[in-house]
């Protein structure tokens, strides 16, 4: 960024010096042009380009802001936008369409949006479309591309030419797979990806994460209305992996390379009885837990459903000690006070010799007696880690 | 930070209308253009700031003291920017941008602009003339022309009397 000119100082001075009256004196005018043209980069094009009927200073300023920011805007101002423009490069595009009110943007014009954005280097791309149609496969030939955020958007091919050789952050919300095999092959054409964020609303059989600069993976299964997305089997192969963070994230088979690298994993479980076997991918998900033997900090977000706790009953008093000396937070969610409940709380707490803090929160439902008698059980069992505090919510 | 090494270097800045402030060093190379002098090394004695009065200064100050003293936790950041920033009129956060932008503090610079950008949003033009003071200079006829070429941008905006 460009030092403020000496001028604009100076004339400020004089400004203040002319009149006590503020209300005449046009701060915002007198800014450099580099400084206006980062203020007008927060807003959405649309009310960036207004900005130029107020004064002669202002009739082009909006026209040089390397960014376009549509937001439920149809094609006239996309076009009018793209055409009145001066500036040779757009480091930023996002389409956002509303999902309530969608406008159409035919196939080809969406081609030429995204032609538009790539002549003009392009590094950033937000596009949020609610479209099954397949995406422009230029993109996915974008060598200046260094984010790029999909949300609900058209098909991405199983097979053909992927070619990103910038891209470093990825997210997927809610995508619309050709097959399972579609994001192997996108994430093939990435290989200088580093952060990745996966977010699914429907069944995968195999989902296969393969990326060798991936420091931070998060992966989520969200509910697509009526219910969750699931995936049978989850193949891992990042060699540099940091972080993890896997919510709601249910699987068969959890097959992994080596994750030496992992220090930090956050598991999310949150209760959703719907699932029919949950008890399966519960298991799966626990052997994963076990293996995360460089893990520092380990979040553990466990939710409590009548098959679950169950499950966990065995598996949480089986926790390894090598990956509990480690773990410095555990957040446990819905605990009733059961018996079994308070039985590996009690393990966990005696066994986890670095833990910070213990989050548990209970059910609001829960009788006055019932906390108490929790608070009062849980508060009396010994605890390996003297820094250790245990929080109730 | 300054680790158990040693005592933390201050440095010592001075504001355009001659107040001196100190400031710990690792606090204020959150600024790239004071970054740099220290480590061209010429930071011994006082950073004179041409650009930046005492007032806008302390306040920046503040700022390097607060956002420093959070560690790497972007969320908690923002919140600290946000509350930062909430109480400041709109004369403050010009003055603010200005000296952001001369001591190339990009963090500063850009919760600042966003903030200001956040007041423009959805409002008319004859709204933001009259908050920020800005004068229309052009002709009626000019004004016409300008308003033609940018009705697409009419779409969304809030009534002309909610001053």
Redesign the interface.
Same mark, same amino acid.
């Given at each position: 960024m460009a030092i403020a000119s000496e001028q604009h100082g100076g004339k400020r001075l004089k400004h203040s010096q002319q009149t006590t009256l503020s209300l005449s004196i046009d701060r915002l005018s007198e800014l450099p042009d580099s400084v206006l043209t980062h203020i007008l980069s927060f807003l959405k094009t649309k009310f960036s380009a207004r900005t130029s009927i107020l004064g002669q200073r202002w009739r082009h300023l909006w026209a040089y802001v390397p960014i376009l920011d549509f937001r439920q805007d149809n094609q006239e101002t996309i076009n009018s936008a793209m055409l009145l423009r001066k500036v040779q490069t757009t480091n930023f595009l996002r389409l956002y369409n509303s999902y309530y009110y969608p406008f159409e943007y035919s196939d080809r014009q969406l081609q030429t949006w995204v032609t538009f954005a790539m002549a003009r280097n392009v590094k950033r791309l937000d596009l949020f479309l609610h479209s099954i149609n397949p995406l422009p496969r230029c993109l996915l030939t974008c060598k200046t591309l260094v984010y790029m955020r999909l949300v609900a958007c058209g098909v991405n091919p199983s097979s053909g030419n992927v070619c990103l050789p910038s891209l470093k952050d990825l997210v997927l919300y809610c995508v619309y797979f050709e097959s399972d095999e579609s994001l192997q092959n996108l994430l093939s054409g990435c290989p200088a990806l580093e952060y990745l964020t996966i977010i699914l609303n429907r069944d995968m059989v195999y989902c296969n994460v393969s990326s060798p600069k991936m420091k931070r993976l998060r992966l989520e299964f969200v509910s697509n209305g009526t219910t969750c997305g699931r995936c049978d089997r989850l193949e891992i192969n990042a060699p540099v992996l940091k972080y993890l963070k896997m919510v709601n994230s249910f699987f068969e088979h959890i097959k992994c390379g080596v994750l030496n690298s992992l220090i930090e994993a956050d598991i999310n479980l949150v209760n959703d009885n719907n699932k029919p076997d949950y008890l399966l991918y519960s298991r799966s998900l626990m052997e994963f837990i076990d293996r995360l033997r460089n893990v520092k900090r380990l979040k553990l977000e466990l939710s409590y459903c009548p098959k679950f706790g169950e499950e966990t009953k065995g598996w949480m008093e089986k926790v390894p000690t090598c990956v509990l000396s480690h773990v410095k937070i555990i957040k446990l969610v819905n605990i009733k006070g059961k018996k079994h409940e308070l039985g590996y709380i009690k393990y966990l707490l005696r066994n986890a010799k670095v833990l910070e803090r213990m989050e548990i929160s209970y059910p609001g439902s829960l009788a006055w007696e019932e906390k108490i008698h929790l608070l009062h059980e849980i508060s009396s069992f010994r605890r390996a880690s003297e820094e250790c505090e245990v929080a109730f919510e | 930070m300054a680790a158990e090494t040693g005592t933390p270097t201050t440095l010592t800045l001075k504001s355009?209308d001659d107040e001196l402030f100190s400031v710990a060093e690792s606090a204020a190379i959150l600024s790239v253009?004071i970054r740099n002098m220290v480590e061209d090394g010429c930071a011994g004695g006082v950073i004179p700031l041409?650009?930046v009065d005492g007032k806008t200064l302390a306040s920046v100050i503040t700022y390097m003291n607060g956002i420093s003293a959070i560690p790497a936790d972007e969320e908690k950041k923002k919140s600290y920017r946000d509350k930062f920033l909430s109480d400041k009129d $709109? @004369?403050t956060l010009?003055d603010m941008?200005?000296a952001a932008?001369?001591l190339?503090m990009?963090c500063l610079?850009?919760a600042v602009?966003?903030k200001?950008?956040?007041v423009?949003?959805?409002k008319s033009?004859g709204w933001?003339?009259r908050k920020?003071?800005?004068?229309?200079?052009?002709t009626p006829e000019e004004?016409a022309a300008?308003?033609e070429?940018?009705k697409?941008? $009419? @779409?969304?905006?809030e009534t002309d009397d909610d001053n």
């Open positions: - | 355009n253009t041409d650009n $709109f @004369e010009a941008v200005l932008n001369y190339n990009s610079m850009d602009s966003a200001i950008a956040q423009m949003e959805k033009v933001v003339r920020f003071g800005i004068e229309n200079d052009y004004e300008v308003k070429e940018h697409w941008t $009419f @779409e969304g905006v």
